[in-house]
Each structure stands twice: as structure tokens, then as C-alpha cells.
């Protein structure tokens, strides 16, 4: 059965950046109002949405196509709840990395096949030194240590410490809220 | 219902739905044809690993910075007192997505996602007065990869 998934291990994920931001139509706020719980799960989730809508069938499923390639919708799918997939140990890697070359790296670091998210933030000094954060899963815990290192030797070079630490692994205790996006209806 | 407890179309279904359902008016039969399964049962097995917990959502996965809106990640230093009080704080607030108890000094990682920036202004302040607690807002400055894969 598992043959016939796709042997990638990277989503097909749209890269967002605020320069292509759209407005939203009337129609397409609802769209998102009603979405935004999840599809019911029901053989024409479409139907059902077209008619909340008052839209055709063919009008919805060509919006939804249309906000998917504007990368308002990055994908439709499930989201497991990880801890309970067996990955129970995940680490926010953070980076003190030099600006100059900070977006060259982060991209090689976002590239790496283990991190689900990578990005550069803005840092808090004296509090927060960290400019590059790459969240990292795993099984165990040895499993988590092995890709930081990897990152690690990636970023040798153009670490630095603003007199604090090059690196940490901040490894999440509990989740304490998970729900979405919710825009009010 | 546990991970031991998942059968093989569970499994399958997780793995390719991790991905994206197509979309199209029986995007369930489609799945369930690439499975060689029935979409009533692809539907039934989806239902209870909802039901369970070990599905969190299941649908659009929306970016609000692509219509105007805004996310940010911001963090906090909770004394371990005031743990319990601060999350109830911080979760009562719609627009915060996620919120992780981590391991550092800075101890309560959250995101907030808003439809207009000034909203992420007006509950990072709000946070603050409540819990009298300074919030660091580390907004991105730019994205290199988001799609968080984990096979089973």
C-alpha cells in the first residue's frame, strides 16, 4: 500500500513571503471562515462547501485551486498530532548567524531534509542573541542531537555569539494550545 | 486509540494525507483509489483518528501573510508559579495558533496569527498587561521552509 505514496520526503509547500500578499474577495473570507475548522469529513466536502458558499461546484473547487496557487492556502490535509505519531522529541534549533550571510545559510539549513521549519526572526539583545531558528523532529532523543550537529557543521563558520552562545535546543515540554488560523466570523 | 492501534490503511492514509488531498468533487474516492481502498472506509478511518486526538485537523492549511495578515512567534520568561494562570492568559486569546511550554528561561513559545498586524500589537499588549510579564516578539524576516513531514 505504501508503494504507492510519494518517496519524497518534502512537502510540496508554496514559499510565502509578505511581497505577494493578495486581498481577499468577500467570498473568499468566508471561504476561509468556514474552512477553517477543517473540511467535514463527507464524500463532496465541496458540495458542501459550495452550498454554504452559494457558489457552483465547479466556482469553489476553482477557488480553492486559485488560493492555493496564491499561497493563501498552502495545502489541504491532515495534521497529526506528533507526540502521538512516536515523535515525542522535537528541538527548536536557534543560531546566532552573521547577517551578512544569514540568508544564504538559512536556506541551506531550511533545504535540509529534517527541518520542518526554518526562518529568520528578529533577536532580543542582550536577551536573545538568535537570529536563525530551524525546528527539527525525531523519534529519539539521539535521533534530534545527530541532525543538530548536522546543522551545526553546516553553520561552522559563520557563527557568532554577541558574547552569549552560538547555539541552543529549546525541546518542547508539553503543548500547551494547538488550533490554526481562525479568523473571526 | 494509540499508534500500535493504527492499521495499515491508517498508516497510509496519514503518510499521503500529511501531503494534500486533491482537490475535486470526491476527493475521498481518489484518495481511497490510490489506496486501493473504499471511500467509505478512508472516510470512517480519517473520522476516528480525529476523534481520537491523533489527527489535530484536517483541511485548508491557511498562510495569513498572504492576505495581509501576520504571524509571529513570541516568547516569554513564567515564573513556574504562575505557569498554569499565564497559559490560561495566553490560550484565551483566539488568535494565538500554538503554544509550546519549552525548556529554557524563556519558557512559553507561542504563535499568533492575526488577519491585520495591528491585532498581533493589540494582543501581545494585552498579554502583557494581564500577566504584567514582558512578551519578545520575534516576527520572521524571512521564511525558508515550512512543511513539517512525519511518516509513520
Known sequence: MSDSISPSNRLDTQKNNVDTASTLTAKEREYIVLTQHGLPLIAQPYHWLAEKLQLSVEATLAMTEDLKSRGIIRRIAAVPNHYRLGYKFNGMTVWDVDDAVAQKFGQQVGDLPFVSHCYLRTRHLPYWNYNLFAMIHGKNEHEISQYRIQIKQ????????????????????KILKKTGLRLKK | ???????????????????????????????????????????????????????????????????????????????????????????????????????????????????????????????????????????????????LYLPV
Open chain 1, 154 to 173: 553546516l553553520l561552522a563558520d559563520v557563527l557568532q555569539t554577541h558574547g552569549l552562545k552560538s547555539n541552543d535546543m529549546l525541546t518542547s515540554k
Open chain 2, 1 to 147: 486509540m494509540e499508534i500500535d492501534q493504527l492499521t495499515l490503511l491508517d498508516k497510509a492514509l496519514i503518510n499521503l494525507l500529511q501531503k494534500g488531498l486533491p482537490i475535486c468533487e470526491n476527493p475521498f474516492q481518489a484518495v481511497a483509489e490510490q489506496l486501493a481502498s473504499t471511500e467509505q472506509l478512508v472516510i470512517e478511518r480519517l473520522q476516528v483518528m480525529l476523534d481520537s486526538g491523533l489527527l489535530t485537523r484536517f483541511g485548508p492549511m491557511f498562510d495569513a501573510a498572504c492576505f495581509g495578515g501576520a504571524f509571529t512567534l513570541a516568547a516569554m520568561e513564567v515564573p513556574e508559579v504562575q505557569f498554569e494562570q499565564v497559559t490560561q492568559i495566553v490560550n484565551s486569546f483566539d488568535q494565538v495558533a500554538h503554544n509550546y511550554h519549552r525548556d529554557h528561561q524563556l519558557n512559553m513559545w507561542f504563535v499568533i496569527g492575526a488577519e491585520q498586524p495591528q491585532e498581533i500589537t493589540d494582543v501581545i499588549a494585552s498579554i502583557e498587561q494581564q500577566s504584567g510579564i514582558t512578551v519578545l516578539n520575534m516576527p520572521k524576516q524571512e521564511e525558508f521552509y515550512v512543511g
